[in-house]
């Protein structure tokens, strides 16, 4: 089944070391997005990809990075993590312009800092 | 951008209909409704979403009032494991989708 695949499930690193997270989909759609789920939380969108353009949110601190290498594969970099980063962080892709497409969603990575 | 109101917690029996509200006074006219689940530690899932009709998939229906003020989903025969976070949500032009703080749904044996 076409889907979307975060690896790893879990990810433990130390503080202020840096980490990568990452997505894969075989969904073939234009655009992914990088969300972060606090515990008993919405997800809180970080930044979308449309095709090649990066869009960041206004509020995305400057610590986290993205790198979208092909339509495939998305990348979320925490270069400095910092305890308050510890979170569920989720990947999602969706097709189309004007996104009014649903979202599909993996299963998230769930970072612990130690 | 418009915002979403939603119960903290629902329960209902298995095999009966599970209703759940949403609040969206300010809705613009051409903002989509979705709704989306979140079983415990997996991502959330797509459910379905609307503009003015009713919808109607395999998994649930969308009730949108006329006013477009307020949507119900419906899952017509709930079962143990549709138990999770039902979030309401509102589709910005820009990508974004403007979380609710979800509807805690535990359905009962």
């Known amino acids: 089944d076409a889907m979307v695949i975060q690896n790893p499930r879990y990810q433990v690193t130390q503080f202020g070391k840096p980490v990568t997270l990452s997505c894969s989909q075989t969904l073939n759609h234009n655009v992914m997005y990088w969300y972060q789920q606090k515990s008993s939380q919405a997800p809180k969108l970080l930044f979308h990809?449309?095709?090649?353009?990066?869009?960041n949110e206004a509020d995305t601190p400057d610590n986290f990075q993205s790198r979208r290498p092909n339509t495939s594969f998305c990348f979320l970099d925490i270069r400095s993590p910092g305890l308050g980063d510890a979170a569920m962080y989720l990947c999602a892709t969706s097709s189309g312009p004007g996104g009014y497409q649903p979202q599909h969603f993996g299963d998230g990575t769930r970072l612990s800092i130690l | 951008d418009a915002k979403t109101t939603q119960p903290p917690s629902m329960d209902c029996a298995e095999g009966r209909a599970a209703n759940l509200p949403c609040n969206h006074s300010?809705?613009?006219?051409?903002?989509?409704v979705y709704w989306y689940r979140q079983i415990h530690s997996q991502g959330p899932q797509y459910i379905i979403h609307?503009?003015?009709?009713?919808e109607t998939n395999e998994m649930a229906s969308l009730i949108i009032t006329e006013d477009r003020k307020s949507s119900t989903l419906i899952l017509p025969h709930a079962t143990l494991r549709d138990t999770a976070v039902y979030y309401c949500?509102?589709?910005?032009?820009?990508?974004?989708?403007?979380w609710g703080a979800g509807t805690k749904l535990i359905i009962k044996p």
């Open positions: 949500i509102v589709m910005a032009s820009n990508y974004q989708l403007i």
């Open positions: 990809y449309y095709d090649k353009d990066f869009n």
């Open positions: 300010t809705i613009s006219g051409n903002e989509y």
């Open positions: 609307g503009l003015k009709n009713n």
